[in-house]
């Protein structure tokens, strides 16, 4: 009996299972070399191996033309400039060790990269850092824009959203265009309803006075 990986019964995903041989073949989505040990996923389709991770990260094939290609492709353009296409392989910013050029993903460690080109580790960890603080800096967006929009706390966000952008560019840079509107309207509006409130104080003082 055959140690090859069985398609799924409905025929849309095979299952993982152990390598019985590579043959030196690269798994298509992430590029790197597939080992003898590693589990593995054969498509029903173009019987391509892929690593049985990547197989579920892509949900389907990474074989372009394959009919078992997802139709949402899950995988960014690779966008390594001209220069870097000549290097064979690249060393791997979180644990060093070397991977193909244009791959995405560490097989060794299992970083990802935003990125093929390669990077040193202060960069790799600088995004890293990044990633981790756009889930909290979203949210304060939206505090801010809530808090512009309401007269009584206008000065207030007005105050902390122009100190907050000063010290979270790149943060602010790296958001979604969505999140990164709402902050920009939010903060002309806090500045608006804090000069028109100004403005209405200093003539009801004035007024008051005569």
Same mark, same amino acid.
């Given at each position: 009996?055959?140690?090859?990986?069985?398609?799924?019964?409905?025929?849309?995903?095979?299952?993982g299972g152990p390598n019985p041989s590579s043959d030196g073949a690269n798994c298509p989505f992430c590029l790197a070399p597939i080992e003898s040990a590693d589990e593995v996923t054969i498509c029903p389709s173009c019987r391509a191996l892929h690593?049985?991770?990547?197989?579920?990260?892509?949900?389907?094939?990474?074989?372009?033309?394959?009919?078992h290609v997802p139709v949402v492709e899950s995988r960014r353009a690779?966008?390594?400039?001209?220069s870097y296409w000549g290097? !064979?392989?690249?060393?791997?910013p979180s644990?060093?060790?070397?991977?193909? @050029? +244009?791959?995405? &993903?560490?097989?060794?460690?299992?970083a990802t990269f935003a990125t093929?080109?390669?990077?040193?580790?202060? !960069?790799?960890?600088?995004?890293?850092?990044?990633?981790?603080?756009?889930? @909290? +800096?979203?949210? &304060?967006?939206v505090l801010l824009f809530v808090l512009s929009i309401i007269p009584f706390t206008a000065p207030i966000a007005a105050v902390w959203g122009l100190l907050w952008r000063s010290r979270n560019e790149d943060t602010l840079a790296?958001?979604?265009?969505?999140?990164?509107?709402?902050?920009?309207?939010?903060?002309?509006?806090?500045?608006?309803?804090?000069?028109?409130?100004?403005?209405?104080?200093?003539l009801y003082v004035l007024v008051g006075t005569h």
């Open positions: 009996m055959s140690d090859e990986p069985i398609p799924a019964p409905d025929g849309t995903a095979p299952a690593h049985r991770e990547c197989w579920e990260e892509n949900q389907g094939c990474a074989v372009y033309g394959c009919t690779i966008d390594v400039p001209v290097l !064979e392989n690249k060393p791997c644990c060093g060790q070397q991977i193909l @050029a +244009a791959a995405l &993903r560490c097989r060794h460690c299992g093929a080109r390669p990077q040193e580790s202060t !960069e790799f960890y600088g995004q890293v850092d990044l990633f981790a603080r756009l889930p @909290a +800096a979203r949210r &304060r967006v790296a958001l979604p265009p969505l999140h990164a509107a709402i902050s920009k309207i939010g903060l002309i509006a806090a500045c608006a309803i804090t000069v028109g409130l100004t403005l209405m104080t200093v």
